[in-house]
């Protein structure tokens, strides 16, 4: 991992100047103010190059999030599709409407105080999904939108995810790789790896795993931007602390962040000679970084409250706890979340590959970076393989992973930025971004219900979870055309017998298949291509200008090395 850029702040550099005018006298108060000033010149130089190459970043990422969001809302679902967005939603519009915490009942929920229902999960994306909500009560008061009454809320995750995919970018162009290989990286990321089948569902992973990139986003650049690192910190803590609201499990992964800007704050030798000791220049940024924290826990305790009468009981079953499983089932149900063929991550990501393989390159040129992704995946990895629940319910591949996925394709960015090793491994590439890619449409054009619905062995879960022959992959595409058809309100032609059975046989599981929010209105073909004439110019001009960074022309011609830390062209 980069250190901080060099140079002092002035206060460094007062105490500086003191201890040296003490230890040399006054003959060599020349020398000391001279590089003083030289210090002071670098620090200020590093930051700026830093605000340019950021600037120059920002309309990539803008148009990598026009891109991604018009992109994920046009595959979305346009309802609710599982128990968990259901509930997060109902209290997303009980906040709006009756200004209480309390929802309907359902297979979610627990009873709690007054003999209300209340929602189990985390407040965190019930309050992001408020600003959509309110789209869809204002739609519904004006007669619009009738059969699809939560059509705008239920694409919060699209812009969610898009955001995820913005933020890599520009921690890869941080980190010190090129454009075109941080702008590869995201790409990978958007379209080959479970973030897009997520960005369609209604789960809390997608948040999650948008909040941490911008943890790390803020964590490292508290390392290279010596003069803004209280801002760095805070916006740090305030990220995980919407974490924590999201999912509780972020607490564990917290600490790994606040361990990181204490390692940065230690600076070079110059640095550590003439400032405080580094326990206690890390004191004001760890405050800074702990205070949303510990604020985000405190309004996780007091909603636990106002449901259950109690701030340590969330709702949650003692199956659907952590650290609820012996050492022999934690290690298998880890095994199972990273290779099985029903929930392993390497087959639902297939691209994360590149990753593993760019990792000792990323060791060496950013150690603790590198450690940092490491840790939050061991971390992260071992604390849901003691759920009983590891698998994640009803789901798409290892449902719990999925916020760890960008982390983990971060190293791949090293591939892309040495073009030689890219096209030595160029077959085995293409391969594997290739097979990510039919991985994702197939979650995407298929609803992962439907392998749940229909087949006797998917329940339980974990029945047949290293059993090649009942993946939902592979059902998946076998599905396919059963989806494409109920999706879009078709029926076989013909009039003949076997075509007669399966027109019937489709009207039969239709109902397992919607996935599209076309299929809410009366004519889904028709509703899908007025959706897809309205956002197809403003997508075709974000996916030309994207091709543009991509190709090189808007783009530096020359990769940075990843070694040039602290500074950014």
């Given amino acids: ?340 063929p029903g929930f392993g991550l390497l087959w639902y990501a297939s691209p994360l590959v590149l990753g593993v393989l760019g990792f000792r390159r990323m060791w060496r040129g950013h150690p603790r970076e590198a450690l940092g992704v490491a840790l939050l995946a061991g971390v992260t990895l071992l604390l849901y393989a003691t759920y009983p629940t590891w698998y994640g319910g009803w789901s798409w591949g290892p449902r719990f992973l999925v916020p760890l996925v960008p982390f983990l394709l971060l190293p791949a960015a090293e591939i892309f930025a040495d073009p030689p090793v890219a096209r030595r491994l160029r077959n085995g590439m293409l391969a594997l971004l290739a097979a990510g890619g039919v991985e994702q449409v197939l979650g995407v054009l298929v609803n992962y219900r439907a392998d749940y619905d229909l087949l006797p062995w998917a329940r339980p879960e974990t029945a047949h979870v290293w059993e090649p022959w009942t993946a939902a992959l592979l059902w998946h595409a076998l599905f396919l055309p059963v989806s494409l058809l109920t999706n879009l309100g078709l029926r076989l032609p013909g009039r003949i017998v076997p075509v007669a059975l399966a027109n019937w046989g489709l009207n039969q599981v239709a109902e397992f298949f919607p996935f599209f929010w076309c299929g809410l209105f009366p004519a889904p073909l028709l509703a899908l291509l007025a959706g897809s004439a309205i956002v197809a110019y403003p997508l075709w001009r974000s996916g030309r200008a994207l091709y543009s960074h991509c190709a090189g022309r808007r783009a530096p011609q020359t990769e940075r090395p990843p070694g040039r830390r602290g500074t950014q062209s």
């Fill in 1 to 340: 991992m980069p250190s901080g850029a060099t140079g002092s702040s002035k206060a460094g550099g007062v105490r500086y100047f003191r201890h040296e005018v003490r230890r040399a006298g006054w003959h060599g108060l020349a020398i000391v103010v001279s590089t003083a000033a030289r210090d002071e010149r670098a620090a200020t130089s590093v930051e700026s190059s830093a605000k340019r190459g950021t600037r120059r970043e920002w309309p990539v990422a803008a148009h990598l999030f026009a891109f991604f969001t018009l992109l994920y809302a046009g595959c979305a679902v346009g309802r609710f599709n599982s128990t968990d967005g259901r509930d997060i939603h109902a209290t997303a519009a009980s906040l709006l409407l009756r200004h209480s915490l309390a929802v309907p009942p359902s297979l979610g929920t627990f009873v709690g105080r007054g003999g209300l229902s209340y929602a189990k999960y985390g407040i965190g994306l019930s309050l992001v999904e408020l600003p959509l909500t309110l789209v869809d009560l204002a739609a519904g008061a004006l007669g619009l939108f009738r059969s699809a009454p939560d059509l705008f809320a239920s694409m919060t995750n699209a812009w969610v995810t898009a955001a995820g995919v913005a933020l890599l970018f520009l921690l890869v162009r941080d980190l010190g790789y090129g454009a075109r290989a941080a702008l590869l990286t995201a790409l990978v990321y958007g379209l080959t790896t479970p973030a897009w089948p997520y960005a369609k569902l209604d789960f809390s992973e997608p948040l999650l795993g948008t909040m941490l990139l911008a943890a790390a986003l803020a964590s490292f650049r508290f390392a290279t931007r010596p003069r803004q690192r209280l801002r760095w910190a805070l916006l740090a803590g305030a990220a995980l602390g919407v974490a924590v609201l999201t999912k509780y499990v972020a607490v564990a992964v917290a600490p790994l962040f606040a361990v990181y800007l204490i390692a940065v704050s230690r600076g070079g030798e110059a640095e550590s000679a003439r400032e405080a000791p580094g326990w206690r220049r890390a004191l004001p940024a760890q405050g800074a970084f702990w205070l949303p924290v510990a604020a985000a826990v405190a309004l996780t305790l007091a909603v636990n409250a106002l449901r259950s009468g109690s701030p340590w009981v969330t709702g949650y079953a003692a199956f659907e706890r952590p650290l609820n499983q012996s050492p022999p089932a934690t290690l298998a149900a880890g095994a199972a979340l990273l290779v099985s």
